[in-house]
């Protein structure tokens, strides 16, 4: 067999279509890379569905961490009503006097109406000698149940 020379190997060389034809290199294919439109329904029902899980839990938590807060403002302010009545010998007319003394900085938010609306219920001062009202107790001013059942206005 004769050894054939830089030129004659270049020209005996099969084309690249020859090759193409004969299944030796793959098909360029003139399509752009990218996500099916069943793809993307999948993604977006597969999102929708963990969603629907994750909600009402999340919900469920929310409402949980706002009953806890309320709680808290009720046995705190209820607490600083009873420290008023002890060091200035007289219930507090209102929850400002609170603030003006300095037992607290502001009123709170009520967690579940989200304004300062509390229900401020008033009584006999036990330390007063001429019959004097004063607030003896604080509620929610909502109107809504607890998770418990219980209305949030007789906390």
Known sequence: MQ??????????????????SRGFLPRVSCLVAGFTLLELMIVITVIIILAAIVL??????ILATREAVLREDLNKMRTLIDQYGADKQKLPQSLDDLVTAGYMREIPVDPITGQKDWTVETGEDPNATNNEQGVINVRSASPDTSSEGTPYSEW
């Open 3 to 20: 050894e054939l020379t830089g030129r004659q190997a270049e020209a005996n060389k099969p084309k690249s279509s020859d090759r193409r």
């Open 56 to 61: 009402p839990q999340y919900q469920r938590t």
